[in-house]
């Protein structure tokens, strides 16, 4: 009988050993790869604070300001009275006026009025405009799988050594034109930083947190196989250590049923009858308006870990998740004549590193006549499936397997380019066939 996994252990002893090779190893570099709510930003801020404490000079690199606010709030919440510089743009409003409230973190345009700080954190864009002729002994890089490799190269003479933390399910850096010419080269811009960095150093130490302390134990799994079968992870709780409750019984209509679904499963699959339509689809659209109305309207109450009394649903922890910002815009029409204000709608790219209690998805492919490598990409998908804390509720036209199945990959194969795995099919997949045992169909 195997021994029984103790989350709280095994994400220590990861911990341990990776700050272990950060502070005291060999390497110029460390790479940590991290699912969905594993706690990446928590182990940026420890790594940081011990890298200070020890007195090396450190400098922070995040892709989003946002995600530099939150690391900058973040460390002020743990050491207070550790002096911080948040390097800024010139624009109008370049960072959270959060900051302002808080008399340890200095805030600047320009590197040089920063100088002598323990910790200086700014994007990436920033970074790459800063010059210096004595480089940080360290660095931390967060949300290292979504930084380009030539945004790595324009920073990479500032720092002696650094720590690389990031997601490797997610979605690939963000290009803005084609990079078909750079395929398979070993310098390929578009490449992200952490796959590039590993091309030329292979023998950099390589670490994984092992716990989502998001997902529930009815997720993980699911998550874990489709998305991650080389570094698989586990739930940070048990089956029963979360539960969804309504106050308000079901109406017996689609949304209703499937909701009930979810909050017993953790997962809902509401499915539309077979049809190509816009990207737009006014009726998919409609459903997963009804489903969020509902969702508020029945008086949802999660309890879980954090409390054992049940809290709320509110708004604010509920998402909508969609492939495109045109089918956000529209969920979010629907929502407002409706009456729903204060939930999250956006697309993955932007609800990426972000959590819910319960989010609701519209599949990238639910009534497409096609499968192209935008709507196949496993990170979009696995961002979309990975937001929740209790459940996930999917809305899809019925006949994606057949349209998988029937549209083979056209892209062209490029010599010397890793194929990424598992590929968009293989995903797809796996995660209808779980939702295939949660699913209900529609109707009003």
């Not at 499936?385 to 999917?394: E, G, I, K, N």
Request: glycine letters at 8%; a negative charge; aromatic letters at 4%.
């Amino acid at each position: 009988m195997s021994p029984r996994f103790d989350p709280g252990a095994e994400a220590g002893r990861a911990t341990a050993a990776i700050l272990h090779d950060t502070l005291h190893g060999a390497h110029r570099g460390v790479v940590v790869d991290s699912p969905p709510g594993a706690g990446k930003s928590t182990l940026v801020v420890r790594a940081a604070l011990e890298l200070a404490a020890a007195g090396h000079p450190l400098m922070v690199i995040a892709q989003t300001n946002a995600q530099v606010d939150d690391l900058v709030l973040r460390l002020a919440e743990k050491e207070p009275d550790l002096p911080v510089g948040r390097l800024h743009s010139n624009d109008t409003d370049p960072y959270d006026k959060a900051l302002d409230d808080l008399a340890q973190v200095r805030k600047s345009a320009k590197a040089a009025d920063l100088a002598g700080l323990d910790i200086v954190i700014s994007t990436a864009a920033k970074w790459a405009h800063v010059q210096t002729a004595e480089p940080w002994t360290h660095a931390i890089v967060d949300e290292a799988y979504q930084m380009r490799s030539d945004a790595l190269l324009a920073v990479a003479g500032l720092f002696e050594r650094a720590l690389f933390v990031g997601d490797p399910g997610q979605l690939d850096p963000f290009s803005i034109v084609g990079a078909e010419q750079w395929a398979g080269l070993s310098y390929d811009p578009s490449a992200s930083a952490v796959s590039t960095l590993l091309a030329h150093n292979p023998e950099l130490p390589q670490h994984r947190l092992p716990v989502s302390w998001r997902l529930p134990a009815s997720a993980a799994p699911l998550v874990s196989d489709a998305f991650y079968p080389y570094t698989p992870f586990r739930s940070g709780t048990d089956h029963g250590d979360r539960r969804l409750t309504f106050g308000v019984p079901s109406d017996g209509s689609g949304p209703d049923r499937v909701l009930d679904e979810a909050a017993a499963s953790g997962w809902g699959l509401l499915e539309l009858p077979a049809r190509h339509t816009p990207r737009t689809d006014p009726e998919a659209v409609g459903a997963v308006a009804r489903v969020v109305r509902r969702l508020l309207d029945r008086g949802g109450a999660a309890v879980s870990e954090r409390s054992p009394d049940p809290v709320p649903l509110t708004a604010d922890r509920v998402a909508v998740g969609t492939a495109h910002r045109d089918q956000a815009a529209a969920v979010r029409a629907a929502l407002a004549d409706l009456g729903v204000s204060g939930v999250a709608v956006d697309t993955a790219n932007r609800l990426q590193g972000r959590e819910f209690d319960v989010t609701v998805v519209l599949h990238p492919l639910s009534g497409r006549p096609d499968a192209t490598a935008f709507h196949l990409e496993t990170g979009r998908l696995c961002v979309l499936a990975s937001r929740h804390r209790h459940a996930c509720v999917v809305v899809c036209r019925e006949g994606v397997a057949d349209l998988l199945d029937e549209h083979p990959s056209t892209e062209p194969v490029q010599l010397g380019v890793t194929v990424k795995f598992p590929d968009g099919w293989e995903a797809n997949h796996a995660v209808l066939a779980h939702l295939a045992e949660h699913r209900v169909r529609y109707r009003d």
